[in-house]
């Protein structure tokens, strides 16, 4: 069964709880409130803005909200099931009730909400006698009236770039690009690409609306975010109509429009449905049943591969804006010299098109925490989530299109959504994963015949995705010279239950540490001793570890240090320094594993990185004395 959540938002002037560009609400009982900030629109433009506006405004953020506060089971619910998929129902005032209870509106919004974040809504619109102003969430900008000829969402990434420039440059555009801003570490980045842009257009060319959307007292316990989109889509809407547009654009490439699942256990609203085709048809619905007027909100990039984004930016001699532009998934990982984790997808896709469109030379590898093809992926998930990437690849560039058809039969669900026959649509759909197919390929079978002509590969760490994806080439029949490399990474694990053989084999290893504390040293009991920085990486994470153990704590709920904490400890100029030194400690303890013969995946997980929370030693692994 799914969790049911009631969810009371409080949009009055007099709120319970709400400062003027705050918008209360209540989830289960419990008070929440969101800031709602939108900059740069003129008073000219925005004073007394139709009620329609404001509420759907209202309703994005209430949703959102909900959707952030409201935990699908985070890290260790690997299931779909009723941690993933929520039941919610909302009950908000509005200015236009009998809009928003009429059935083209409310039948819409549920619809296409439900199809974005793979949960069951429900609403009650009721009548907002003392309704907030609107003019309370703004910060206005320049007096000087902004005509929009275009509005399109501008995030701060590659493609979006890429649409910004056509629309400025080729298509000679005034552009009101529309931003929400989650984090102050995006923000910069959104303005300093706006500023460029300025500086390449001719003036009076852009506007750009930043939004900012937050959750207050740390109550964020969603990190997916599926409805952002949704408040996204509301803020480029409200702005669209001010200006009295009736066209939104974003833009995002097709291969993650689509978001076709690489593996298994990527389904549901796990494969994101962003910009998908039906997520874009369904707001277009919502917003011309809202506004009474045919609205269309489009992605003209649908037919584009991420390669072929890159060649957009460079043909308009903006390829030295790659650098600047933002893809990373782990906003808050991001630091000045590591902007990119180099372990999520968005990563992974971001480098592979850059190396395949010959722009490496501006988009150093040094701004990736964990390098593409050469750093070790020392965890679990992560080795799988680049090894995915590439098999996924290589099976679209083999696949004939009669059997990618079957086996992605959720592309058929798509087909309706284009202004052009579904026959015709489909082999758009193919050809353009095809072309992905080849080029992510392409760039691995290159390196792969580089590293293989120098040597390289006999000598990479295994769990670097250069070895791992050579494991999958050349696992069948090795060529002379090569050393032999191991089969690929295994799978996440299933719920199909395991012979009792093969429990026996993969149990992982109890690993003892034996903490002198005199002398600073740490012994692996079976390994040996490790010293120096190593050591004092596992001393430090062992205290909270032996903390936790003399509470009695379960091994899930055991802390971990976060690492900005691990950098002011450690005296290290920022955190892409913390992870350096841990991946060092992991190579140093892999490397004693495989001179005493143990099995590198004994110790792989000693320590355990969970994404936006820390490190920690493994509490299902280890087991810490302290002399």
């Given at each position: 069964m799914q969790r049911e959540h009631d969810i009371r938002c409080r949009l009055s002037r007099g709120g319970k709880r709400a400062s003027e560009d705050g918008l209360s609400f209540e989830i289960d009982g419990h008070d929440r409130e969101i800031t709602l900030k939108i900059r740069e629109l003129t008073a000219g433009i925005a004073r007394n803005p139709p009620h329609a506006v404001s509420d759907l405004v209202e309703i994005a953020a209430c949703v959102y909200g909900a959707d952030s506060a409201i935990s699908?089971?985070?890290?260790?619910?690997?299931?779909?099931g009723q941690l993933w998929r929520r039941r919610m129902h909302f009950e908000i005032p509005v200015r236009e009730p009998d809009l928003w209870n009429s059935a083209p509106v409310k039948s819409a919004l549920v619809d296409t909400l439900g199809f974005l974040s793979d949960d069951d809504y429900a609403f009650t619109f009721t009548h907002n006698e003392d309704p907030r102003r609107f003019e309370g969430y703004l910060e206005f900008g320049p007096g000087e009236r902004f005509h929009a000829e275009e509005v399109m969402l501008f995030s701060g990434g590659l493609d979006s770039l890429a649409g910004a420039l056509e629309e400025l440059i080729s298509r000679g555009k005034s552009v009101a690009l529309v931003s929400?801003?989650?984090?102050?570490?995006?923000?910069?980045?959104?303005?300093?690409?706006?500023?460029?842009?300025?500086?390449?257009?001719?003036?009076?060319?852009?506007?750009?609306?930043?939004?900012?959307?937050?959750?207050r007292d740390g109550s964020n316990r969603e990190t997916t975010h599926r409805a952002r989109a949704?408040?996204?889509?509301?803020?480029?809407?409200?702005?669209?109509?001010?200006?009295?547009?009736?066209?939104?654009?974003?833009?995002?490439?097709?291969?993650?429009?689509?978001?076709?699942?690489?593996?298994?256990?990527?389904?549901?609203?796990?494969?994101t449905r962003t910009t998908h085709p039906q997520t874009l048809a369904g707001f277009g619905r919502l917003f011309t049943a809202v506004f009474d007027r045919a609205v269309r909100v489009e992605n003209p990039y649908i037919w584009k591969t991420k390669r072929e984004v890159l060649d957009v930016i460079a043909q308009h001699g903006a390829a030295d804006l790659i650098a600047a532009a933002h893809s990373c998934a782990h906003v808050y990982e991001k630091s000045v010299m590591t902007p990119h984790c180099g372990r999520c997808s968005q990563c992974i896709d971001r480098r592979f098109a850059v190396l395949a469109a010959?722009?490496?030379?501006?988009?150093?590898?040094?701004?990736?925490?964990?390098?593409?093809?050469?750093?070790?992926?020392?965890?679990?998930?992560?080795?799988?989530?680049?090894?995915?990437y590439v098999r996924h690849a290589r099976q679209l560039r083999a696949m004939p299109p009669r059997d990618f058809m079957i086996k992605f039969g959720e592309v058929s669900r798509a087909l309706r959504f284009f202004d052009e026959p579904p026959e015709a649509a489909a082999r758009r759909i193919y050809a353009l994963h095809h072309r992905h197919g080849e080029t992510v390929s392409a760039v691995i079978d290159q390196e792969l015949a580089t590293a293989l002509t120098t040597g390289e590969l006999s000598g990479a760490d295994p769990d670097c995705l250069l070895k791992l994806a050579g494991a999958d080439v050349f696992a069948s029949s090795q060529p002379a010279g090569i050393a032999p490399v191991r089969s690929a990474t295994p799978s996440l694990p299933t719920d199909e239950p395991a012979s009792t053989a093969a429990t026996q084999d993969t149990k992982p290893r109890e690993i003892r540490l034996n903490i002198a504390v005199s002398s600073g040293t740490i012994e692996i009991v079976g390994l040996g001793v490790v010293t120096g920085v190593s050591a004092k990486v596992i001393t430090t994470l062992a205290e909270q570890h032996l903390e936790a153990a003399g509470k009695g704590r379960e091994p899930a709920d055991y802390p971990l240090f976060r690492a900005a904490v691990l950098a002011e400890r450690w005296q290290l100029s920022g955190e892409?320094?913390?992870?350096?030194?841990?991946?060092?400690?992991?190579?140093?303890?892999?490397?004693?594993?495989?001179?005493?013969?143990?099995?590198?995946?004994?110790?792989?997980?000693?320590?355990?990185n969970l994404p936006w929370k820390g490190y920690r030693l493994n509490p299902f692994l280890v087991r810490v004395y302290k002399f």
């Open positions: 699908r089971g985070g890290s260790m619910d690997q299931a779909l929400h801003q989650s984090s102050s570490k995006i923000s910069h980045v959104q303005t300093d690409l706006v500023r460029e842009l300025q500086s390449r257009t001719k003036s009076g060319r852009i506007l750009h609306v930043p939004v900012t959307a937050q959750l949704f408040l996204f889509a509301a803020l480029g809407m409200a702005t669209a109509h001010m200006f009295d547009r009736d066209r939104l654009r974003f833009y995002e490439n097709g291969v993650i429009s689509m978001n076709l699942p690489p593996v298994g256990q990527v389904v549901g609203a796990r494969a010959g722009l490496a030379a501006h988009d150093p590898e040094e701004a990736y925490a964990v390098d593409l093809m050469h750093d070790p992926r020392i965890d679990a998930r992560d080795r799988e989530n680049a090894l995915s892409a320094m913390v992870r350096r030194r841990i991946i060092r400690a992991r190579k140093r303890v892999s490397e004693m594993a495989a001179a005493a013969g143990w099995s590198r995946s004994d110790v792989a997980e000693i320590i355990e």
